[in-house]
Structures are given as C-alpha cells and as structure tokens.
Nanobody, 125 residues
C-alpha cells in the first residue's frame, strides 16, 4: 500500500517562503509522477504543480508560476514544493498526490489515487 506523508506548512507572513515535503512509502518498485494540490475553505481542490519522476518535467498553475518550484528526489522518495512570495490567497490545505491515471490531465485531481494527509498553510497579511 502506497502511503504519502507530508511535512512542512504552518503560519507565515505575506512575502515569506515555505517548503512542503512529501515522502512516499510502499510501491517500492513503482515510481509515480507527483502533484501538489490545495483546497481553501469553501472551494474545490485546485492544482498547484506537478512533476514527472523520470525526466523531472514540471507544470505549474498560473497563480504559482514564478513563485514556486516543485522538485523530486527519487533516491529518497521525496517530492518538495517550495513557495516564495506567499500571498494571503495562498492560504489553504496543501496535498501531495501520486498520479495513477493518465486518462486525466496532470492538473486534474481525478488522475491521482494516492494522497497525503494534507498540511495547512496560512499566510497572514
């Protein structure tokens, strides 16, 4: 059984930087393309960033382009999301996820079966 465990998050000031981490376990002989999503209160879960495990190709939501970096360390089974110049509208619960279906676009949460537990990021202005 694949498990994703997140760390990082917390309360920061607007303009600060923050790095979220996600370690995968189980599924030793499988590698997954990974994504980060977020969900603010009363809103749907939205795509933040994605990365392919083999080549490291990245994609970002428009709102996060230039302010975030997704990276993967296959040796450690880790994926990271570094966010800079945080804004109050970045406040949300952030989730890492492992992509298991390519019937959906990389930015569609329906293509991700395994999810981390979520971590709260609160940006105060």
């Amino acid at each position: 059984q694949v498990q994703l465990v997140q760390s990082g998050g917390g309360l920061v000031q607007a303009g600060d930087s923050l790095t979220l981490s996600c370690v995968t376990s189980g599924g030793t002989f499988m590698r997954y393309d990974m994504g980060w999503f977020r969900q603010a209160p009363g809103k749907e879960r939205e795509f933040v960033a994605a990365i392919t495990w083999r080549v490291g190709t990245t994609n970002y939501a428009e709102s996060m382009k230039g302010r975030s970096t997704i990276s993967i360390d296959n040796a450690k089974n880790m994926v990271y999301l570094q966010m800079n110049s945080l804004k109050s509208e970045d406040t949300a619960v952030y989730y890492c996820a492992a992509r298991t279906s390519y019937s959906f676009s990389y930015d569609d949460p329906k293509g991700y079966y395994y999810w981390g537990q979520g971590t709260q990021v609160t940006v105060s202005s």
